[in-house]
């Protein structure tokens, strides 16, 4: 027998000899169905572990200089291109006037056709195609005392038309159907403004803007500045040869603030909802119709956005600063390396009247008046929330959490299986003892029959006896009368 160390007395798993141990079939069975409880919610833990969720964080926006994007997709059933204008101005004063950059037009047919796709060009409001080049170098076309704008082909001239039309709204001045003037009659414009009359647009693309308040909106005519106000030229707007003129019913077929979150992320984004989500929960203005059939009608939306982030899970070790680079081309600012995306979210209230003043006693509500006067068109004001969404993944366990959940099933089901057992090998022996007895008590009890069967047996072999011995003393007695007669009669 081996020496006993100094650490014997500390051993709190106290172990039993082989000839001590009782197995049994009841404790097979709950040893393999503690085992497959224990894989069960083994996997169940790991499972766990692995699944990664978004856990969504409000903060104070501590953004500064920033910029934002804008993508819209808007059809107008009923307005050429020719006519639309898109403008941006925000509170630093800073605007953007007729804006061609990052954002093109798609003319379509009428409405009576379908609205099918006609052609696509920048948004440009003029597309001649007649060139300047032609001309004779020396040529130099008449402004007709507007100011030649600066970007002309020809310093101090205005050799095409949209180079008038330019000059024209430097100036403040309404330009119409170019009537009288030489560089528009030799580009045919009425002719080409008159055939796009009943032709639809769809305005779609990007924009970028300071990411603070401010407003962008479509209206028709070219816009420029008079003094302190924001004005169009709207004399081809209302001036048509069309039945029933141009009006701004529109559908919103997208609009958002921002990059377009996958559509992966937005379900992990909603995974608590009864509902799925979709982008529509981001961007509530997706799919919006609006109808009118005034032609001097306004449609307002103000918007609140917020800025929204999505962190990927290990954003923080590869984090950059890519999403606020401003360099970066239109539709791909916002997005990192690292698959985090900065982007918006918004809620939306919308307002529509009409130009031409008076109540909504139509919609029965009297008591309603819009001013008259303003501009016919479609306008998004949008205010910049001080707040800030961050939707972070994170994993719902640590690995010492994964850990420790591990080793509380481990043990739980032991200790649960091993109370299971001893009850079960405990009722068993139990249920043998009372058995046991029960045959012991049937055995005791055949015995006491047994012997009371014997008991009367020899009482009735001494009653047998005792009726034999009587008979005989019987017969005796009859053999002792009879020859008492015998005598008497020999007597």
């Known amino acids: 027998m081996p020496a006993k160390s100094r650490f014997t007395r500390l051993d709190a798993f106290t172990k039993t000899v082989d000839e001590a141990r009782v197995r049994t079939t009841s404790g097979g069975i709950v040893t393999i169905a503690s085992l497959l409880i224990v894989l069960y919610l083994a996997f169940g833990e790991w499972a766990d572990y692995r699944r990664i969720t978004v856990h969504p964080e409000l903060v104070v926006d501590k953004g500064r200089g920033e910029k934002m994007e804008i993508h819209l997709n808007i059809t107008f059933p009923r307005i ?38 006609i052609d696509t060009t920048a948004l440009d409001l003029h597309n001649a195609d007649e060139a300047a080049t032609h001309l004779d170098p020396e040529y130099c076309g008449g402004c007709y005392g507007a100011t030649p704008p600066p970007n002309a082909q020809k310093q101090g001239c205005c050799n095409t038309c949209d180079e008038v ?32 009359r009943k032709e639809g647009c769809r305005i779609e693309g990007g924009l970028r803007v300071n990411k603070v308040i401010g407003n962008f909106h479509i209206a028709p005519g070219r816009s420029f500045t008079n003094g ?30 921002g990059p377009e979150l996958p559509e992966e992320v937005i379900k992990k984004l909603g995974s608590d909802s009864i ?14 119709e609006q109808i009118t059939r005034e032609a001097a009608y306004n449609f307002m939306y103000f ?51 009409s130009l031409n003043g008076g109540d909504e006693s139509a ?21 910049i929330s001080p707040m800030k969404v961050i939707n972070k993944e994170e994993r719902t366990k640590t ?17 649960v299986a091993a109370a ?25 009890r055949r015995e006491e029959r047994g012997e009371r069967r014997e008991e009367r047996g020899e009482r009735r072999e001494e009653s047998g006896e005792w009726r034999v011995e009587s008979g005989e003393r019987g017969r005796r007695r009859g053999e002792g009368g009879g020859k008492g007669r015998r005598r008497e009669r020999r007597s």
């Open 80 to 117: 050429p291109c020719e006519l639309l204008t898109l403008d941006v101005m925000d509170v630093s004063g800073e605007q953007q006037v007729g804006v061609m950059h990052g954002v093109k037009k798609v003319r379509l047919t009428a409405a009576e056709e379908g609205g099918r796709v």
């Open 165 to 196: 039309r330019e000059a024209y709204a430097s100036v403040s001045w309404a330009f119409g159907r170019g009537e009288n003037v030489e560089q528009c009659e030799r580009e045919h414009y009425g002719e080409r403004l008159d055939e796009q």
């Open 228 to 257: 302190n106000m924001h004005v169009h030229d709207l004399n081809n707007y209302f001036d048509t040869p069309v039945p029933g003129g141009h009006v701004f019913s529109h559908i919103i077929h997208s609009l958002r603030f």
């Open 275 to 288: 509902i799925p989500w979709t982008n529509h929960h981001l961007n509530p203005l997706d799919n919006t």
């Open 303 to 353: 918007v609140k956005v917020v800025s929204t982030s999505y962190l990927p899970l290990g954003w923080e070790h590869t984090y950059n600063s890519a999403p606020h680079d401003a360099s970066v081309d239109i539709g791909t600012y916002g997005h990192s390396e690292d698959g985090s995306i900065e982007t918006h979210q918004y809620s939306v209230t919308s307002h529509r009247r």
């Open 363 to 383: 919609e029965g509500h009297k008591e309603k008046l819009h001013a008259r006067g303003g501009i016919p068109g479609v306008f998004f004001s949008y205010d």
């Open 399 to 415: 690995l010492a959490g994964f850990l420790t959940g591990l080793c509380a099933i481990v043990g739980g089901t032991l200790t």
């Open 420 to 444: 299971v057992d001893r009850g079960v090998y405990e009722g068993a022996t139990r249920l043998r003892k009372m058995q046991s007895k029960n045959l012991k008590r049937r055995g005791e």
